[in-house]
């Protein structure tokens, strides 16, 4: 059962995750071939959204234990 708290934040810290990966990988095209750019680009991404569903999870967990108690 998710919670409407966590719903909601989660489109927002997609998005800085998103922002932080084009940066990276803005950062990295000066010295990389575009092939192994949009690899990268598309690693970041992964790696920060599965870090923002992480997040997204332990904030639910929280708030889920502050409602119990």
């Not at 966590?6 to 932080?20: E, H, N, R």
């Not at 092939?35 to 680009?41: I, P």
């Not at 598309?42 to 904030?59: F, N, P, T, W, Y």
Request: positive net charge; glycine residues 10%.
């Amino acid at each position: 059962m998710k919670n409407e708290h966590t719903s909601s934040t989660a489109p927002l810290l997609i998005g800085m995750a998103a922002g932080a990966a084009l940066g990276a990988a803005g950062v990295m095209a000066t010295n990389t071939s575009q092939r192994q750019l949009r690899r990268t680009a598309r690693k970041i991404a992964k790696g920060a959204e599965h870090a923002v569903s992480q997040l997204d999870k332990m904030v639910g967990d929280f708030v889920e234990h502050k409602m119990e108690g």
